[in-house]
């Protein structure tokens, strides 16, 4: 029986889609020479002033009320002060305690069961710079593009128990986000981020323990290996006798361990004070009721008509669904004729493969969605084997040729033509009398063979149908 109760919180940094930064000019593009994105604003040159990105507001604004929160009328920005090489300000613009957007929720399912995250409130603010360290040089640097880069952080209650649900949460906030098309949720590059607060207590007891903080956790699989190893890092603590320490912790994903970094700061270290260069911010009921009806249909939404509407088992909708770009391919799919069921069969396990391969998105696919569905009216027609369909699907994926086409000229048509098969048949069986007298005398499973030679003789161009029809009359 367990000892004890793990609580979780998670603090996401979204950075979101706007071409420039939230208080300045300057672009928002990743992958730019460093210092190439830097105007005084951004590097806190004194005697500017910040101007506020109105795209950003929105975005925040669209988050919340997609995840169910209030919206609040005014809300203030304050200054959080710290010092760092990468914060040329000295502090950096966020806020505090009036944040945009308060008490929302995201529902997740985990084993079977569902389960609701509350979240605790979302917040606009600036990311700081990024220290890069030269080890052979024996120097640091700064780069201060992404410097100002307009972020929400999203912060949860401490409802989540384990690693799995974590998990589930993080991928089910994300899919809002890449959805509502306000962040592009790449992890890898930082925009999608998240810092988890793991405590542990025994079970039956209300307080909390002592939480640590745990950063560099830039894939979902990471979130789950550095929380399994939290969690027990702490249980065998206590059941040592001693006390878990509040602070902040890496994980190294090589050796899978979590080891310190800090002591963690509470909120009056920063010392918030409302930031006296930016008035309060705010929000016309007008525009939020528009926003409001802006919003596409999102990800549960999406798969409970997908199941409902087309009959799809909730895995299969929950797996088109993950991603806005697979669900939009898929539904691209079904306007050009295709069938649902067998329509997602095909972008599930031969469009995904041929996209994991190649490390593209569903819209970069050179096979479009109108071709898909005419390569799948060729199985459906006869024209061709479900088995050459597939054979042929990854040269279609990265030329983008015409399916119909394509078989044509490379002389795939499937052979219908019962005349033709019969020969084929006859030949077969002439050349195995042994396999056809077993046949006759009762092993049945011999068809298999029977199909797979006629296959094999006619470059697996033999309508499979007709190929078994003619051997089960004459075979007899």
């Given at each position: 029986?367990?000892?004890y109760?793990?609580?979780?919180?998670i603090?996401v940094?979204?950075?979101?889609k706007?071409?420039s930064?939230?208080?300045?000019?300057?672009?928002?593009r990743?992958?730019?020479?460093?210092?190439?994105?830097?105007?005084?604003?951004?590097?806190?040159?004194?005697?500017?002033l910040?101007?506020?990105?109105?795209?950003?507001?929105e975005?925040?604004?669209?988050?919340?009320?997609?995840?169910?929160c209030?919206?609040?009328?005014?809300s203030?920005?304050?200054?959080?002060?710290?010092?760092?090489?990468d914060?040329?300000?000295?502090y950096?613009?966020?806020?505090?305690?009036?944040?945009?957007c308060?008490?929302g929720?995201?529902d997740?399912?985990?084993?079977?069961?569902?389960?609701?995250?509350?979240?605790?409130?979302?917040?606009?603010e600036e990311?700081?710079?990024?220290?890069?360290?030269?080890?052979?040089?024996?120097?640091?640097?700064?780069d201060?593009n992404?410097?100002?880069v307009p972020?929400?952080?999203?912060?949860?209650?401490p409802?989540?128990?384990?690693?799995?649900?974590?998990?589930?949460?993080?991928?089910?906030l994300?899919?809002?986000l890449?959805?509502?098309?306000?962040c592009?949720?790449n992890?890898?590059?930082?925009s999608?981020?998240c810092d988890?607060?793991v405590s542990?207590?025994?079970?039956?007891?209300?307080?909390?323990?002592?939480?640590?903080?745990?950063?560099?956790?830039?894939?979902?699989?990471h979130?789950?290996?550095?929380?399994e190893?939290?969690?027990?890092?702490q249980a065998?603590?206590?059941?040592?006798?001693g006390?878990?320490?509040?602070?902040?912790?890496?994980?190294?994903?090589?050796?899978?361990?979590?080891?310190?970094?800090?002591?963690?700061e509470?909120?009056?270290d920063?010392?918030y004070?409302?930031d006296?260069?930016?008035?309060?911010?705010?929000l016309?009921?007008?525009?939020?009721?528009?926003?409001?009806?802006?919003?596409?249909?999102?990800?549960?939404?999406?798969?409970?008509?997908?199941v409902?509407?087309?009959?799809?088992?909730?895995?299969?909708a929950?797996?088109?669904?993950?991603?806005?770009d697979?669900?939009?391919?898929?539904?691209?799919?079904?306007?050009?004729?295709?069938?649902?069921?067998?329509?997602?069969?095909?972008?599930q396990?031969?469009?995904l493969r041929?996209?994991?391969q190649?490390?593209?998105?569903?819209?970069?696919c050179?096979?479009?969605?109108?071709?898909?569905?005419?390569?799948?009216?060729?199985?459906?027609?006869?024209?061709?084997?479900?088995k050459i369909?597939?054979?042929?699907?990854?040269?279609?994926?990265?030329?983008?040729?015409?399916?119909?086409a394509?078989?044509?000229?490379k002389?795939?048509?499937?052979?219908?033509?019962?005349?033709?098969?019969?020969?084929?048949?006859d030949?077969?069986i002439?050349?195995?009398?042994?396999?056809?007298?077993?046949y006759?005398?009762?092993?049945?499973?011999?068809?298999?063979?029977?199909?797979?030679q006629?296959?094999?003789?006619?470059?697996?161009?033999?309508?499979?149908?007709?190929?078994?029809?003619?051997?089960?009359?004459?075979?007899?």
């Amino acid at each position: 029986m367990a000892r004890y109760e793990t609580v979780i919180g998670i603090e996401v940094h979204a950075q979101l889609k706007t071409a420039s930064k939230i208080f300045c000019g300057c672009s928002t593009r990743f992958g730019n020479e460093p210092n190439e994105n830097v105007c005084p604003v951004c590097a806190g040159m004194p005697g500017v002033l910040p101007v506020l990105n109105a795209t950003a507001v929105e975005y925040a604004a669209k988050m919340g009320l997609a995840t169910g929160c209030v919206v609040n009328p005014v809300s203030v920005f304050a200054r959080k002060n710290y010092f760092y090489p990468d914060l040329p300000k000295g502090y950096q613009i966020s806020q505090y305690e009036q944040p945009i957007c308060e008490h929302g929720h995201i529902d997740i399912t985990v084993g079977g069961a569902a389960k609701r995250i509350g979240i605790t409130r979302i917040h606009m603010e600036e990311d700081a710079g990024k220290n890069i360290h030269s080890v052979a040089e024996g120097v640091s640097y700064v780069d201060l593009n992404r410097a100002c880069v307009p972020l929400i952080e999203i912060v949860s209650e401490p409802d989540m128990r384990n690693a799995e649900e974590v998990v589930a949460y993080l991928k089910a906030l994300r899919a809002i986000l890449v959805y509502l098309d306000i962040c592009d949720g790449n992890m890898e590059e930082g925009s999608f981020r998240c810092d988890a607060n793991v405590s542990l207590r025994p079970v039956g007891r209300e307080a909390f323990g002592t939480r640590t903080e745990l950063k560099n956790l830039n894939s979902f699989r990471h979130v789950q290996k550095a929380i399994e190893y939290e969690v027990n890092r702490q249980a065998d603590v206590l059941d040592d006798g001693g006390a878990v320490i509040q602070e902040t912790r890496l994980y190294d994903a090589g050796k899978n361990v979590t080891v310190s970094m800090r002591g963690k700061e509470e909120a009056n270290d920063y010392r918030y004070f409302p930031d006296p260069d930016l008035v309060p911010l705010s929000l016309d009921p007008v525009l939020l009721a528009r926003w409001q009806d802006e919003l596409p249909e999102l990800p549960v939404a999406r798969r409970d008509r997908f199941v409902t509407a087309l009959g799809l088992s909730e895995y299969d909708a929950e797996v088109l669904t993950a991603e806005r770009d697979m669900a939009d391919y898929f539904e691209a799919t079904l306007a050009a004729g295709a069938d649902p069921k067998k329509a997602a069969n095909w972008v599930q396990t031969e469009l995904l493969r041929e996209l994991n391969q190649a490390g593209i998105a569903a819209r970069d696919c050179k096979l479009t969605p109108d071709k898909l569905a005419g390569l799948m009216r060729l199985v459906d027609e006869g024209a061709i084997s479900g088995k050459i369909a597939k054979q042929i699907f990854p040269d279609l994926c990265a030329t983008g040729l015409d399916p119909a086409a394509y078989v044509r000229d490379k002389g795939l048509v499937q052979i219908s033509d019962s005349g033709a098969l019969e020969s084929a048949v006859d030949a077969v069986i002439a050349a195995n009398p042994a396999e056809a007298e077993a046949y006759r005398g009762g092993k049945t499973k011999l068809m298999g063979f029977f199909v797979g030679q006629i296959m094999k003789a006619t470059k697996g161009q033999a309508n499979p149908g007709l190929v078994n029809e003619l051997l089960r009359k004459k075979l007899g």
